[in-house]
């Protein structure tokens, strides 16, 4: 995913937290996320870009490889992406 995009979650899909954990609420499933996910979901808003979203992901999780982050960030939006569960604005 081209760093300079901007991915947001899709209509009707949203992040949500319940007792039990946190979920990926879509039309016709729900995801549970783990704090990873989560993190990322929560800067899926249109407004940052993935290089962004990595800067910021960088100081949440100190210690990780910046290039670990980027492919991990990278490949979770893709899958959502496939779901239909972000789109790039």
């Known amino acids: 995913m081209d760093g300079e995009r901007h991915p947001k979650l899709a209509r009707g899909c949203k992040l949500r937290t319940r007792e039990d954990g946190d979920y990926l609420l879509m039309p016709e499933s729900m995801l549970r996320m783990n704090r990873t996910g989560c993190e990322i979901l929560k800067r899926c808003d249109g407004a940052h870009t993935v290089e962004q979203i990595v800067a910021e992901l960088q100081a949440v999780f100190a210690g990780v490889e910046a ?3 980027n492919a991990e960030v990278d490949s979770f939006l893709a899958r959502l992406k496939e779901r ?6």
């Open 84 to 89: 239909l569960a972000i789109v790039e604005v």
């Open 67 to 69: 290039e670990k982050l």
